[in-house]
T-cell receptor
C-alpha cells in the first residue's frame, strides 16, 4: 500500500518554463490537496479537490492550475515558472472532513532559477 | 475563520526532559484539531487528532495533547524527550470548506544529549 506518491522528487526549472507535478493515491480518497511549504510560513494551500472532476482555489492559487480527471490522481501545473515558486510542494489526500486526517506524500522540491 | 498559532518557532530541550509545544486555535465551530510531525526531507506524519468530547488525546511515539476549550489551546507534550524526537511539529485545524487543514507555522524541536 503506497499511500500518496508524488513525482518527481526534485526539479530545477528556468524562469518561464512550465511543468506538471503528479500526485497519485491508492486509498480511494475523495479529497485531494496541493500545499506549498516555505521556511517560517508553514504549509499553505494552493488548490484542492473534493471529488473527481472538481477543483477549487486555496489560499495561494495564483500561477498554478490543477486537474482531477481521475479520482486517484491530482495534477499541479505551473504555466510559466517564477523564482517565487521555488518551494517544496506536498500533495495530500483525505477520506473527507471531520476528524479524517490528511495523508501526505513525501514532497517535490522545486527550484526556479 | 479558523486559524492556528504556534508559540515558538524553535524549542530546545535536553534528552529526558519534558517536551511542551504550544498551539492555540481560533474557530467559530467546535474544532477538529491535529498534530503532525515532519522529519527532514520527508512528508508530514499524523501524530494525533482531537476527538470531540475528549480532553487528553494520546498519539504515537509517546506524545499527548490536551484540549482546553476555555483557553482555545491544544498543546502537545511528551514526558521524556528522545533524540529521535528532533523534527518539526505542526498544529492544524480543519477549515470550513473542502475538508482542508489550516496549519500553524511550525515549531522546530531540537533535543540535546
Amino acid at each position: 500500500n503506497a499511500g500518496v506518491t508524488q513525482t518527481p522528487k526534485f526539479r530545477v526549472l528556468k524562469t518561464g518554463q512550465s511543468m506538471t507535478l503528479l500526485c497519485a493515491q491508492d486509498m480511494n480518497h475523495e479529497y485531494m490537496y496541493w500545499y506549498r511549504q516555505d521556511p517560517g510560513m508553514g504549509l499553505r494551500l494552493i488548490h484542492y479537490s473534493v471529488g473527481e472532476g472538481t477543483t477549487a482555489k486555496g489560499e495561494v492559487p495564483d500561477g498554478y492550475n490543477v486537474s482531477r480527471l481521475k479520482k486517484q490522481n491530482f495534477l499541479l501545473g505551473l504555466e510559466s515558472a517564477a523564482p517565487s515558486q521555488t518551494s517544496v510542494y506536498f500533495c495530500a489526500s483525505s477520506a473527507g472532513g471531520g476528524n479524517s486526517p490528511l495523508h501526505f506524500g513525501n514532497g517535490t522540491r522545486l527550484t526556479v532559477t | 475563520a479558523q486559524s492556528v498559532t504556534q508559540l515558538g518557532s524553535h524549542v530546545s530541550v535536553s534528552e529526558g526532559a519534558l517536551v511542551l509545544l504550544r498551539c492555540n486555535y481560533s474557530s467559530s465551530v467546535p474544532p477538529y484539531l491535529f498534530w503532525y510531525v515532519q522529519y527532514p526531507n520527508q512528508g508530514l506524519q499524523l501524530l494525533l487528532k482531537y476527538t470531540t468530547g475528549a480532553t487528553l488525546v494520546k498519539g504515537i511515539n509517546g506524545f499527548e495533547a490536551e484540549f482546553k476549550k476555555s483557553e482555545t489551546s491544544f498543546h502537545l507534550t511528551k514526558p521524556s524527550a528522545h533524540m529521535s524526537d528532533a523534527a518539526e511539529y505542526f498544529c492544524a485545524v480543519r477549515g470550513n470548506q473542502g475538508g482542508k487543514l489550516i496549519f500553524g507555522q511550525g515549531t522546530e524541536l531540537s533535543v540535546k544529549p
